[in-house]
């Protein structure tokens, strides 16, 4: 079955750096989506990506994220001045259809830990 | 805003029981998609189960089932002849007209042997 491919799984940045997440969705896929996970609490979805532009995002989604399909394959989340806060199991999801339509299918998720 | 709540922070059965794990949800809309993801200690999201709102019918796939009364917007999952391998945080989700999922605070599922 295909995969939503996440690198790397773990993640070490002092706070204030720089990291970017990197997802390989599905390749038939049209709608990407990032969620984070803090430690113990529920999913919370950040943000969706549509037709090379971002169709949705939370409040969490600040002027610090941005995500970018730099090719036909890659999708990336970037952090540009991590903060303690920023913490967290990040999950990138894709699916084939619309809203309605179709399932998301997740990858492994990357455990960023921000010190 | 669509809120999605589970109600239940920890269950635990014994191996070959039967367990029912809950949701309610709040929404205005009509059609919408629900879903029973599960987190083993991985952490990784696996769907279990979907359920669309128009369909009168509830879902099941093998040994998970769902109970879905949309006029009370409830949404549980039953888990018949529970395994150790099904202990996992279970979360519920919904995904209305947005694209976006929105998940309940999950309901961590201990399978004792």
């Known amino acids: 079955e295909p995969e939503v491919t996440q690198t790397p799984s773990h993640q070490v940045t002092q706070m204030g750096q720089e990291v970017i997440l990197r997802c390989v969705p599905i390749?038939?896929?049209?709608?990407f989506y990032w969620y984070r996970q803090i430690l113990g609490q529920k999913v919370e979805f950040l943000v969706s990506f549509y037709n090379n532009e971002i169709s949705e995002k939370s409040e969490i989604f600040d002027d610090q994220f941005s995500v970018e399909r730099p090719d036909g394959s890659n999708f990336t989340l970037k952090i540009r001045s991590t903060k303690l806060e920023d913490s967290a199991m990040y999950f990138c999801?894709?699916?084939?259809?619309?809203?309605?339509?179709?399932?998301?299918?997740f990858g492994s998720g990357t455990q960023l830990s921000v010190l | 805003a669509q809120t999605v709540t589970q109600s239940q922070p920890e269950m635990s059965v014994q191996e070959a029981e039967t367990v029912t794990l809950s949701c309610t949800y709040d929404t205005s809309e009509s059609n919408y998609y629900l879903f029973w993801y599960k987190q083993p200690p991985s952490r990784q999201m696996i769907l279990v189960i979907r359920q669309e709102a128009y369909k009168q019918q509830n879902a099941t796939e093998n040994r998970f089932s769902v109970n879905f009364q949309k006029a009370a917007k409830s949404f549980s999952l039953k888990i018949s002849d529970s395994q150790l391998g099904d202990t996992a945080m279970y979360f519920c989700a919904f995904r209305g007209g947005a694209q976006k999922l929105v998940f309940g605070q999950g309901t961590r599922l201990t399978i004792n042997p």
């Open positions: 390749s038939n896929h049209l709608y």
């Open positions: 999801a894709s699916s084939e259809g619309g809203p309605r339509s179709e399932k998301l299918f």
